[in-house]
C-alpha cells in the first residue's frame, strides 16, 4: 500500500510532470526491491515489467525464452514498456534488456527518468548464482555469461539520466541516493513533455531533425564510487557557484585560479556570488596561454595558495579553459598532498573535455603534459553563457573535441552534428545537448577506465599528431591552437586508416568535410608559417605520454563511430605517410 508522500516527495513528484521513473540494470542489481522501496518513499505505484509480461502472456519468463526463443520475448518486452510508459506516473523496474532496445531507449527518454542501478560483478553474482529463474543464466558458464552481459551492457546503461551504487548493505542507502539524483536531475532537466496518446506511443514517430525539443540545463555524473562527481551544464552557473559549495563543504573557504581574460569577463560575477554568500576567499591570477603550464608558474600558484592559509578541506575553483583547469587541478592534487577542486571550466574545449575526468598537469620542455597526476574535481560547473564570450577561433577549436566523440563512439552523434552544427555555434539548448551529449560520452569511459589503461585512449584520437604539432610549433597560439591541432590529427588519422585499409574513403571524407565546413584546419601545411618535415614531426611523437616501450599509439578508424587503439604501427609507416601528407600539401 502506498504511503502519503511528504514534502519532499511531493516536490518531486510535482516536478516530474507525468513522467515515470524507470530503473535499468542487470539482473541482481535490485531493480525490483529498490524500486518498491522507492516508489512507496515516493507515494507512487510500483509496477514490475517482468511480472506484467508474465501476466499478459500467461506463462513465466523462462517458458517463454523455452517456447518461442529470446526474439520473441523482446518484441512483447517492446509492446509492454510502450504500454506502461503511457500510464505514469510511477515507478517501472524493467527487464535487464530492456532498455537496449533503441524504441523503448527513446520512449524512455520521452515519457521517463531512467536510474541505472549500478553494481559490481561480484556483487552481481553473489546474488544471482542460486537462483535458477534466470534464462540467459541457463547452460555453459554463467558466471561468465554474466561478466559478458556486463561487458556488453553497461556502456549502454551509461546512457541513463541518473546512476545510483547498487552495493551490499541497506536497500535505504540506494533509495536516498536515488532520491538525491530525481532532486538534482529535476533541477536540470527539460519542462516534462506533453501527455502522448496511446496511438503516439504505439506508432512513436520520430520528430523532424529541425524540431527537437532539448533541455536548457542538463547534468551528468562521473561515475566513480566515492569519488563520483556531477557535471552541470547550463547558462549563470558560475553565478551560482558559491551554493554548491556550500552543500560540498559548508565551512570551506576558497581560493579562485584564474588567467588575466577571464579575470575581466568572468571573476567579478563569481566574486560577487562568493561575498553575498559570505565564502571567505582569494585569487591567482595566472597569464593566458600555454606558458602558464610550467615549472615556474605551477610553484607560483602553489606559494600563493598555500600563503592565502586554505586548509586541506578547503576549496580551489579553477575558473578558465584548459590551461587554468590543468594547472590548479595540478596544484590541488600536490597541495598539502591533495584538496579538493571545482572546475568552472569558460571554454567549450574545457567544457567538454579537459575539466572532466581528473587530468591534471603541467608541460616540459621535452613535450605537453608530461608532469601531472589523476586528480578529479568535486564538482564540473559548465556555464554555456560564458562560451558567449570566447572569440570565434576559440570557439570552433573548442568544437573539435566535440566532433571527436561523434568520431570515436556515435556515429548518430557526428550525424547529428553535421545537421545541427550552426545551432550549437549560436547557443541556447542545442548547443547543451552537444555538450552533455560530449560529457557523457567521457564521463563513461572515465568510469571504466580512470587511469587511462584502456579504453580511455580512445579519447585521444588526434591527439598524437595534434600534441607533436603544437610542440613544433612551441605552444605559439599565433600560428595553432590546441582544438586546431586536433582536428588536424583527427583528419590525419583518418587519413592514415584509408591508407591502410581500414576504415572507407567516405567516412573520411565526410569527416574532412565537416571539419572544414565549420572552418577547422585538416591538413599540416595549413597551419601558419609551417616548415618542419615528417622526420621532426615523428621525433615530436616520440616525446607523447602515451609512447610505450619505444611504440607509438595510435587511435585509428574503422569507420565514423568506430575507433580503436593501435600500438603497431611502425615508425618508418607513419614517415612515409607524413612525408605524402606534406608532399600533397604544397
Known amino acids: 500500500m502506498e504511503r502519503a508522500p511528504d514534502r519532499r516527495a511531493a516536490q518531486i513528484v510535482r516536478a516530474m510532470g507525468g513522467r515515470s521513473i524507470v530503473l535499468i540494470g542487470l539482473m541482481g542489481s535490485g531493480k525490483t526491491s529498490t524500486g518498491r522501496r522507492l516508489a512507496q518513499q515516493l507515494g507512487l505505484e510500483f509496477v514490475d515489467a517482468d ?46 534488456g530492456a532498455f537496449m532496445n533503441e524504441v523503448t531507449r527513446t520512449r524512455i527518454a520521452a515519457s521517463g527518468i531512467s536510474i541505472w542501478l549500478k553494481a559490481d560483478l561480484d556483487v552481481l553474482w553473489r546474488r544471482v548464482r542460486k537462483r535458477s529463474h534466470r534464462p540467459l543464466l541457463h547452460g555453459g558458464d554463467p558466471e561468465q555469461t554474466l561478466r559478458a552481459l556486463l561487458e556488453q551492457r553497461y556502456p549502454v546503461y551509461a546512457r541513463a539520466d541518473i546512476t545510483v ?23 536540470f532537466s527539460p519542462d516534462p513533455p506533453p501527455p502522448a496518446s496511446a496511438r503516439d506511443i504505439a506508432v512513436f514517430p520520430r520528430q523532424p531533425a529541425s524540431k527537437q525539443a532539448f533541455a536548457s540545463q542538463a547534468r551528468v555524473k562521473v561515475e566513480l564510487g566515492a569519488r563520483s562527481y556531477a557535471i552541470l551544464i547550463g547558462a549563470g552557473l558560475i553565478g551560482e557557484a558559491a551554493h554548491h559549495i556550500r552543500r560540498l563543504a559548508p565551512r570551506a573557504a576558497c581560493a579562485i585560479v584564474t588567467d588575466e581574460n577571464v579575470a575581466k569577463l568572468h571573476l567579478p560575477a563569481l566574486e560577487q556570488a562568493l561575498d553575498a554568500a559570505f565564502v571567505r576567499h582569494s585569487t591567482v591570477i595566472v597569464a593566458p596561454g600555454e606558458g ?33 583547469g590543468d594547472l590548479a587541478g595540478f596544484a590541488a592534487a600536490t597541495i598539502r598532498r591533495g584538496m579538493r577542486f571545482i572546475q568552472l571550466p569558460t571554454t567549450l574545449l574545457a567544457e567538454v573535455d ?38 570565434p577561433r576559440e570557439f570552433r577549436a573548442g568544437y573539435a573535441e566535440v566532433v571527436k ?48 589503461e584502456g579504453e580511455r585512449a580512445l ?17 605559439d597560439g599565433e600560428r595553432l591552437v590546441h582544438g586546431e591541432a586536433v582536428a588536424i590529427g583527427m583528419a590525419c588519422a583518418f587519413r592514415f586508416s584509408v591508407r591502410r585499409g581500414l576504415c572507407p574513403a567516405e567516412d573520411q571524407a565526410r569527416v574532412e568535410a565537416h571539419l572544414c565546413e565549420v572552418g577547422l584546419p585538416v591538413h599540416l ?20 605520454k602515451k609512447v610505450k616501450h619505444g611504440a607509438l599509439t595510435f587511435i585509428l578508424a574503422r569507420a565514423i563511430g568506430d575507433c580503436f587503439i593501435e600500438k603497431t604501427v611502425e615508425a618508418s609507416e607513419i614517415l612515409g605517410f607524413l612525408q605524402d601528407e606534406l608532399s600533397l600539401g604544397r
Open 51 to 96: 511480472a506484467e509480461i508474465e501476466a499478459a502472456a500467461g506463462m513465466s519468463i523462462t517458458e517463454i525464452f523455452a517456447r518461442h526463443g529470446e526474439a520473441y520475448f523482446r518484441d512483447g518486452e517492446r509492446r509492454v514498456m510502450a504500454r506502461l510508459l503511457n500510464e505514469g506516473p510511477r515507478v517501472l523496474a524493467t527487464g535487464g
Open 165 to 187: 551504487i547498487s552495493r551490499d548493505g541497506p536497500q535505504e542507502l540506494a533509495v536516498e541516493e536515488a532520491i538525491e539524483g530525481l532532486e538534482f536531475f529535476l533541477r
Open 292 to 324: 602558464s603550464k610550467s615549472f615556474a608558474e605551477y610553484a607560483r600558484v602553489c606559494n600563493a595558495l598555500i600563503g592565502a592559509k586554505l586548509e586541506r578541506g578547503d576549496m580551489i575553483l579553477a575558473l578558465g579553459g584548459g590551461v587554468v
Open 354 to 391: 579537459s575539466s572532466v575526468g581528473g587530468k591534471t598537469g603541467i608541460n616540459s620542455p621535452h613535450g605537453k603534459n608530461l608532469i601531472g597526476a589523476f586528480h578529479q574535481p568535486s564538482l564540473v560547473l559548465a556555464d554555456t553563457r560564458a562560451l558567449d564570450t570566447l572569440p
Open 405 to 452: 566523440y561523434g568520431l570515436i563512439g556515435d556515429a548518430g552523434f557526428f550525424a547529428w552534428l553535421e545537421a545541427h552544427w550552426r545551432g550549437v555555434f549560436e547557443g541556447g539548448a542545442e548547443r547543451v545537448h552537444a555538450i552533455a551529449t560530449s560529457c557523457k560520452a567521457k564521463a563513461a569511459i572515465v568510469g571504466r577506465d580512470e587511469y587511462e
Open 459 to 475: 579519447l585521444n584520437l588526434g591527439h598524437t599528431f595534434g600534441h607533436a604539432l603544437e610542440r613544433i610549433t612551441q605552444y
Open 525 to 544: 601545411t595549413g597551419i601558419k608559417g609551417w616548415n618542419a618535415g615528417a622526420e621532426e614531426i615523428v621525433d615530436a611523437m616520440y616525446q607523447d
